[in-house]
């Protein structure tokens, strides 16, 4: 098996793309399944968690925001802002989307 090079992994498109596939591999963190088709990627699901983490400690993610991120993030998509009872759920989405977005580019993981 050859070691993956570090421009043989794919940053993400956004900051959405960057939190779906991080919910989506953290569901499936325990499970080991690994297949040939599994995209490197630039980041691991920890640098995230991390990255995240830090974002909120440091005031510039709220408790709320977080909330909203997991809730949307579990359904797989976002929330929709002319959807009445998720246009206060949609604002607190892009904020905390814009956000994360600033920090990952910061890191590089960011196309």
């Known amino acids: 098996m050859r070691q993956t090079q570090l421009n043989d992994l794919q940053k993400f498109q956004d900051a959405e793309s960057l939190w779906f596939w991080f919910i989506s591999s953290a569901a499936v963190r325990g499970h080991f399944r690994r297949t040939d088709d599994v995209i490197g990627r630039i980041c691991e699901l920890i640098d995230v968690e991390t990255l995240v983490t830090r974002l909120y ?5 709220t408790r709320e925001q977080l909330d909203v991120l997991v809730e949307f993030g ?3 998509r976002a ?3 002319h ?3 998720e246009n ?4 607190l989405w892009r904020d905390a989307m814009d956000t994360l977005q ?4 910061a890191k590089g993981w960011i196309a």
Request: hydrophobic share 45%; proline share 5%; aromatic share 4%.
């Open 57 to 61: 400690l440091s005031g510039r993610m």
């Open 74 to 76: 579990a359904m797989r």
């Open 79 to 81: 929330p929709h802002q």
């Open 83 to 85: 959807i009445y009872s």
């Open 88 to 91: 206060r759920k949609a604002a």
């Open 102 to 105: 600033t920090a990952a580019v």
